[in-house]
């Protein structure tokens, strides 16, 4: 599981959410590291989320492999509603407020707009995520999406509360490598 490379405006925190932006320089930089890294992977797969930044990604991974890649809207980062697009400073001076009712209700609260909830979030995630597992069972697969989905799906195979979600860090460009067994979940790698 990676997480796209670095985006456009990046040095001012942005909320992207479900908005459209480019890699930079170093953002195919990091991917190209990544795919170098993959590239003796035996992947039966590829599967991004269908914004540019992770598509972009999964294709510069896909350059070793002949496999077929897979653009999934369901595996887009969260839907941020009124906060799309602006920076974090931004959303903590224009809306104190409403962060502070989020902070209390970090799992069900949904920004204004039409945003979803983290709840909501993630069982979009989970419900695709699960899916994609029982077509690909045995087979090595790589899912290049967003920061957020990364750390739902990390919360389910660590077992942790969606409560939990920013208590690990991704970074632009990292890898997580999880296996899944029949009866058991092996986190080998968070945010290598």
Same mark, same amino acid.
């Given at each position: ?9 990046? #040095?001012?925190? =942005? ?17 190209? #590291? !990544?795919?170098? %890294? ?5 992947? &039966?797969? !590829?599967?991004?989320?269908?914004? &540019?930044?992770? &598509? ?16 999934? %809207? ?6 941020? +509603? ?9 959303? #903590?001076?224009?809306? =104190? ?12 609260? %949904?920004? =204004? ?5 983290? +709840?909501?979030?993630?069982?979009? !995630? ?20 967003? +920061? ?7 919360? &389910? ?12 860090? #991704? ?10 067994? =029949?009866?058991?979940?092996?986190? %080998?790698?968070?945010?290598?």
């Amino acid at each position: 599981m990676i997480r796209h490379g670095q985006i456009d405006g990046y #040095q001012d925190f =942005p909320v992207y959410g479900h908005t459209d932006v480019d890699l930079t320089e170093v953002g195919n930089m990091q991917i190209k #590291q !990544i795919s170098e %890294r993959l590239r003796l992977v035996d992947l &039966k797969a !590829i599967y991004s989320s269908d914004l &540019k930044r992770s &598509k972009t990604s999964a294709s510069l991974i896909a350059r070793y492999h002949d496999v077929p890649v897979f653009s999934l %809207r369901e595996l887009r980062e969260m839907y941020f +509603g009124d906060w799309e697009g602006m920076t974090l400073n931004d959303i #903590q001076n224009r809306f =104190p407020e409403e962060l502070k009712k989020r902070q209390a209700d970090l799992v069900n609260y %949904r920004i =204004p707009g039409g945003a979803e909830s983290i +709840g909501l979030f993630s069982n979009r !995630i989970t419900d695709c995520f699960e899916h994609i597992l029982s077509d690909n069972s045995g087979n090595d697969i790589a899912i290049v999406a967003h +920061g957020g989905v990364n750390r739902i799906i990390l919360c &389910k195979a660590l077992g942790l509360d969606i409560a939990n979600i920013f208590n690990m860090h #991704q970074d632009y460009g990292c890898l997580n490598i999880i296996d899944y067994f =029949p009866d058991s979940i092996l986190v %080998r790698l968070i945010n290598g």
